[in-house]
């Protein structure tokens, strides 16, 4: 058979139920590619979407397709065990490090988060040594990874196997800030470049900074620390946050909410805020304040 593979969100990140995809249709023989709606001719195509703002892929391919992912508001379907559990294409996006899971779910109920309503409570997924196929980087993909003992013996053996890890999507401060020994076991690991948390609202404050303390304590620096802001509607409240981690040194990245549900767009005011924030040398030598005059 002949494999076409659409990442609708673009190739910016690599599309992990993609490079699955690719190794298990490989794996039988098939040839497998990224779809050309021009010159491929294809038995099945596969689009998969990430994110429900990316614009929809309109090609048409004369073939069975199947459309699938978050970005389509669908929930429901999942690769088959056999294809979920192998690991992944790699040279698909020519990638260097793993990419994976250890956890799925999520045992706190965000109101802007898909997660609980997707994948339900925190359960373990995968042995890091399932899609690591021998490297020594990976980058993984975990909601909530510390609400799991899976999960916490998992960074326990990546600790033991010294590989450097990034934890995208974020770690929970709070789990950090209540319990001293995870913050140990954190220090510990070989980051790939930054130790993530989030710090959405005020809410969180105290926790933030146990988290902040406790890790320096035990000997991570302040600049390895990254924080993603949420900004909500109010962009004052998200200001303060981004003004406190710049303070205590550490990294923070905001992000303005999306109401995935509604369609809800990010303000101008959320946007030139995150823009402000992200691109560090204006962050850095620039104060809001004034960059907001400048751009109003």
Not at 42 to 55: A, G, H, I, L, N
Not at 56 to 76: H, I, P, Q, S
Not at 195 to 224: F, N, T, W
Not at 260 to 276: C, D
């Amino acid at each position: 058979m002949r494999i076409g593979l659409v990442d609708v969100d673009g190739h910016n990140f690599p599309n992990i139920a993609l490079m699955k995809l690719s190794a298990w249709h490989k794996r039988r023989g098939d040839t497998v590619e990224f779809a050309d709606p021009v010159a491929g001719r294809y038995d099945k195509v596969y689009m998969s979407k990430v994110f429900t703002f990316s614009r929809d892929c309109t090609d048409r391919y004369d073939c069975e397709v199947v459309r699938a992912g978050t970005g389509y508001r669908d929930y429901a379907t999942i690769l088959p065990e056999e294809i979920e559990h192998i690991c992944p294409d790699y040279s698909l996006y020519g990638v260097k490090e793993a990419y994976g899971f250890l956890t799925r779910g999520c045992v706190n109920r965000c109101s802007w988060c898909v997660v609980p309503h997707k994948e339900g409570e925190v359960r373990a997924h995968a042995d890091i040594e399932e899609f690591l196929d021998g490297r020594k980087r990976a980058v993984l993909l975990d909601n909530n990874v510390l609400a799991s003992e899976w999960g916490l013996m998992q960074i326990e053996k990546i600790v033991r196997m010294g590989i450097r890890v990034d934890f995208n999507q974020g770690l929970d401060a709070r789990r950090i800030a209540r319990t001293p020994e995870i913050a140990a076991l954190l220090a510990r690991v070989r980051w790939i470049r930054f130790l993530r948390m989030a710090y959405d609202s005020r809410a969180m404050q105290d926790d933030v900074h146990k988290a902040i303390e406790l890790l320096r304590k035990h000997g991570v620096p302040a600049r390895k620390l990254f924080f993603y802001v949420l900004i909500r509607d109010d962009s004052e409240d998200a200001l303060g946050r981004i003004r406190e981690l710049k303070a205590l040194g550490c990294q923070p990245f905001a992000q303005p909410y999306r109401d995935f549900e509604h369609e809800g767009k990010p303000s101008r005011e959320q946007w030139r805020l995150a823009y402000w924030c992200n691109r560090k040398p204006l962050f850095y030598s620039v104060d809001y304040e004034e960059y907001r005059k400048k751009r109003t």
